[in-house]
């Protein structure tokens, strides 16, 4: 399992500086070290992770680290992975304890260089848990009150606390990467700004402060407090929409991969689809399907190899379009497939599927869905494909529409094969293994005639497999 870990210093430092300048000989400049302690911070471990979870805390505190070690195992909205250190140190405080969840780029611990700075990484771990920044309160107190509970974070005052951990901060400016994605586009200096994050870190709210741009949280949360005292007329379908609890009922919280696809499906309802479905019949992929079977493929294998092969002739199905105002045509043609784990779903990426051949194709699929189900996935196993295939047909479903995943042209839901009785050319009756494939589909770069015409192709490759061996 590959790796991948993320650290800064924030050390903080008294630096004396001679007047003139470097290389006049006249004064050499002198930098005392007094303190140095080190942000272990959450990770990104894949493009659409905006939070993670802490799993366990491999190391405890007051454990001696070394550079390359493994600290933590962080959750991801896609898989678990260990986070190491790039720094030698003692590991002074755990800020984010086990269970709980962090921002991308937040501290989650603080390491310290030496034994004399860990009671000052312990105050500073204090001072920012005070501030309630590193992870959302628990939302099990609210839930008798679903109605008070999004006004409930009252974490606001963390600013005061944070403030005073400003002043005892480093001098460098430190500032979260969407903060400064977000100074960049508007244009505002962050070193101008006084963050009010932890130990002075700047984030986003400050940038838009700075802009001027009114804080969106704030803004719905005083909604809120506004409607509830008032009990105005507005309040009323809310009221509705959030109903208590059943008594009995379980209220159970989503985990990070639910979370994930529930942000995912919910972002693909803005992508305008269309759905065409086709009859494609399987005797031959049956047969083929027996006599390959001991060898160690898989149906899903094939499926995919016939896919992979249709989209080599209709480039357009395996396009995608991120910005609704072009589109673009992958060189490679990524198969990702649908795999139901523990917890939620995941699509491991069968890439350049039609490049390989039917046997390497299989041994691949076995692999990633082993470690799919390890949550040991790398997000380039699973965020890289570019048409997806969902198969229930395994589970007697006849059929169903898939949902398209965003950022792609595509999906394919393939039902079960079942006999169905057809009239042949000459009027006489015959029986049929069929199975009703059903394809979700952008149309704003796909369209009817081009999806008929992939679905045909792939019919003609599905009845006459032998191409799939090759």
């Not at 403030?163 to 400064?180: C, E, H, R």
């Not at 506004?226 to 507005?234: K, L």
């Not at 039917?358 to 040991?376: C, F, G, I, P």
Request: hydrophobic share 45%; with cysteine; proline share 8%.
């Amino acid at each position: 399992m590959s790796v991948m870990s993320f650290s800064s210093s924030v050390s903080k430092m008294v630096v004396g500086l001679g007047s003139g300048g470097m290389g006049r000989g006249r004064l050499r400049r002198r930098m005392a070290v007094q303190a140095k302690i080190r942000e272990i911070f959450m990770p990104a471990l894949s493009s659409t992770m905006t939070e993670g979870k802490i799993v366990s805390w491999i190391k405890s505190e007051g454990d001696v680290l070394s550079k390359g070690e493994s600290v933590v195992v962080v959750e991801s909205d896609k898989a678990d992975m260990d986070v190491e250190t790039f720094y030698d140190g003692i590991l002074a405080a755990i800020v984010v304890p086990q269970g709980e969840t962090a921002l991308v780029g937040a501290p989650i611990g603080l390491l310290a260089e030496s034994e004399a700075e860990v009671a000052e990484a312990k105050a500073k771990a204090a001072a920012s848990s005070g501030g309630g920044s590193s992870s959302p309160p628990p939302p099990a107190p609210a839930a008798p009150e679903p109605f008070v509970a999004p006004a409930a974070p009252k974490a606001a005052p963390a600013p005061a606390s944070v403030v005073v951990a400003v002043a005892d901060g480093p001098k460098k400016i430190v500032a979260t990467p969407y903060a400064k994605k977000l100074a960049k586009q508007h244009k505002v200096d962050v070193n101008t700004l006084v963050g009010t994050g932890p130990f002075g870190r700047i984030t986003p709210e400050d940038v838009e402060a700075a802009a001027g741009i009114a804080p969106k949280k704030s803004a719905a949360s005083a909604s809120v407090r506004t409607s509830v005292p008032q009990a105005a007329p507005s309040a009323a379908p809310k009221v509705a929409a959030l109903l208590p609890p059943l008594p009995g009922a379980t209220i159970v919280p989503f985990t990070t991969m639910q979370s994930a696809v529930s942000k995912n499906m919910v972002e693909s309802l803005s992508v305008p689809t269309f759905r065409v479905g086709y009859p494609v019949a399987t005797d031959a992929l049956d047969k083929l399907y027996e006599k390959v079977k001991p060898k160690g493929v898989t149906m899903t294998a094939l499926l995919a190899k016939a896919a992979a092969m249709a989209l080599a002739q209709h480039p357009v199905v395996n396009a995608s379009c991120k910005d609704g105002k072009s589109f673009t045509y992958n060189s490679s043609i990524n198969i990702a497939v649908a795999v139901a784990i523990s917890g939620g779903l995941i699509t491991p990426v069968l890439q350049d599927a039609d490049k390989l051949d039917l046997y390497l194709l299989s041994q691949k699929w076995k692999e990633l869905v082993e470690k799919a189900r390890s949550k040991q996935l790398q997000p380039h196993e699973y965020n890289s494909g570019t048409f997806t295939l969902s198969n229930l047909g395994m589970f007697g479903v006849d059929r169903f529409d898939a949902i398209l995943p965003p950022g792609q042209g595509a999906i394919m839901a393939v039902g079960a094969s079942k006999p169905s009785v057809v009239t042949g050319a000459d009027g006489f009756f015959s029986v049929q293994s069929k199975m009703l494939v059903n394809v979700t589909a952008d149309h704003r770069i796909i369209y009817g005639a081009d999806l008929a015409a992939f679905l045909q192709t792939f019919s003609k490759i599905v009845e006459n497999p032998d191409s799939l061996t090759l």
